[in-house]
């Protein structure tokens, strides 16, 4: 680990809070140019490898938070740079808001001093083709409400670094959107029971903070894939109340057979 700053990890490490940031056997093997390749003499993308940013913003609020890359790139190539940006986005939030209350608090004694960001990001497919990732990340900040946790996700191509959308995995003017609705509803139910989630029958709407299950692409904003399903992340009170934290959903590909695009970023998966 490397304090006061954003520094290297040479082997897989462990995110703070003990979740592991690997799925499974994750090396790329891609061949880049010699322009993005790391070392000119072996111009593939080998494994993950989990960096770690942690250090202090105001005046004694700290964060401690693991990003992925990938061992080959450069720091600075377009891929590398997609995986880490939800993590800076995080830390640079969390520094705005702990700045805002020592501004508006100064003689309550808030210093900022309980206030932390930790979390991590696991990995949960690399080949020749993507990576995909998922962000949690804990931000307790003295003077707030209450804490906040965080979910975020980018799935990125390799070849161009562009970071893809969860539309980009299904046919274009196929019924996707409202079939992932449809499953992510009775699994989310399985998991905490009929008459919780937000918007069906019984349920409590009276705290919803977000789109819920409405059948809209910005609805799975935040999603990751591996080589057997499609994994959904729900952010706090968006589907249902508190109590549920950061909902997960896995739905196989066997069961979006049909909708996958079949040459998109999970057509490997399907058929």
Do not use: C
């Not at 494994?47 to 990938?70: F, N």
């Not at 070849?159 to 046919?171: E, H, K, N, P, V």
């Not at 499953?183 to 399985?190: E, N, P, Y």
Request: proline share 7%; net charge negative.
């Amino acid at each position: 680990m490397v304090a006061n700053g954003i520094g290297h990890s040479p082997a897989p490490t462990k995110p703070p809070g003990g979740a592991s940031g690997l799925e499974g056997d994750l090396v790329s093997g891609l061949t880049v140019s010699e322009e993005r390749a790391r070392a000119a003499t072996d111009p593939t993308v080998g494994s993950v490898v989990l960096e770690v940013a942690s250090g202090v913003v105001g005046v004694r609020a700290r964060y401690d938070v693991t990003y992925p890359q990938l061992d080959g790139l450069w720091p600075g190539d377009p891929v590398n740079v997609a995986l880490r940006q939800p993590v800076l986005a995080e830390i640079a939030q969390f520094g705005d808001e702990v700045g805002r209350l020592e501004e508006e608090l100064p003689d309550a004694g808030r210093t900022g001093g309980s206030s932390t960001l930790t979390g991590g990001a696991v990995v949960h497919h690399l080949d020749n083709r993507l990576v995909s990732a998922v962000y949690d990340l804990n931000s307790v900040v003295d003077g707030a409400a209450r804490p906040a946790e965080v979910v975020g996700s980018a799935l990125v191509d390799l070849a161009t670094g562009r970071t893809l959308s969860i539309g980009d995995l299904f046919l274009s003017g196929s019924p996707w959107v409202e079939t992932v609705a449809i499953l992510a509803g009775r699994d989310l139910a399985s998991q905490f029971g009929e008459g919780v989630l937000w918007g069906t029958e019984g349920s409590d709407t009276s705290q919803v903070g977000g789109p819920g299950l409405i059948p809209e692409p910005r609805t799975f904003a935040v999603f990751g894939i591996s080589a057997t399903a499609l994994i959904l992340r729900f952010e706090r009170y968006q589907v249902g109340p508190g109590a549920l934290g950061t909902p997960a959903v896995r739905i196989p590909w066997s069961w979006l057979d049909g909708l996958v695009d079949p040459d998109g970023p999970a057509g490997s998966f399907v058929g």
